[in-house]
């Protein structure tokens, strides 16, 4: 079974410009999720979608950041404009179905703002 | 506070040695539970669920106390292998099924 796929592994931007993650879920999976680890820190939730509807962007910075997952499969997250803050690790994550399941994580993308 | 708190460590242990973790939960409504292993530099995996009857796993056992609201991981016969961080995940249907990663416990299994 193919795991968690996500782009780019690593990014590095200046700060005020912007980027954008992709990740592409385990096969099957309705619920996916994005999280920001920073060093040392457990990853935070940043928005939890079931197929294509938003279940959760509670913790979201919504004023730069936006997600999408148009078709319930694949998912983009977008950073606009970026700040120093925001150098972390950016996991995606799927589960079966919201709930009691366990999650399953991608690599990651390693975003350095400069 | 925190949803969830867990003492960062870090731990260092010799080979064979038991070693148990603590994680603390704010939300008495939590409902699900889990541990999860980082290597440095890399994505959280699964290790494993936690029951309300405890359940083992080879040398991994987990507890769930929900009187005191803790979840706990023993590792016992301690290898190189486990040098990881071990984050406690609660998961709570109250919350919209959010799941709350606690900051993690390093260990570190020495020669």
């Known amino acids: 079974e193919a795991g968690v796929a996500q782009s780019p592994r690593y990014k590095i931007i200046e700060k005020r410009q912007s980027v954008a993650f992709w990740c592409n879920p385990i096969s099957g999976h309705a619920t996916l999720y994005w999280y920001q680890q920073i060093l040392g820190q457990g990853p935070k939730l940043l928005i939890q979608f079931q197929n294509n509807g938003v279940v959760d962007d509670s913790q979201l910075p919504k004023d730069r950041f936006s997600a999408e997952r148009l078709k319930g499969v694949d998912s983009t997250l977008k950073i606009q404009p970026a700040k120093l803050e925001d150098s972390a690790v950016y996991l995606c994550?799927?589960?079966?179905?919201?709930?009691?399941?366990?999650?399953?994580f991608g690599d990651g993308t390693r975003l350095s703002i400069l | 506070r925190k949803e969830v708190e867990q003492d960062p460590g870090p731990f260092n242990v010799p080979e064979g040695a038991t070693v148990a973790f603590n994680c603390t939960y704010s939300n008495s409504a939590s409902q699900s539970f889990f541990w999860y292993r980082q290597d440095c530099r890399k994505e959280p995996k699964l290790l494993m669920s936690v029951y309300s009857s405890g359940n083992e796993d080879g040398r991994f056992t987990a507890q769930l106390n929900r009187a005191s609201q803790y979840i706990s991981l023993l590792i016992r016969d301690s290898k190189l292998s486990d040098s990881a961080t071990y984050l406690c995940v609660v998961n709570s249907a109250n919350t919209g099924n959010q799941f709350y990663f606690g900051t993690g416990t390093s260990l570190t299994v020495i020669p």
């Open positions: 994550a799927s589960s079966l179905r919201a709930g009691n399941q366990p999650q399953h």
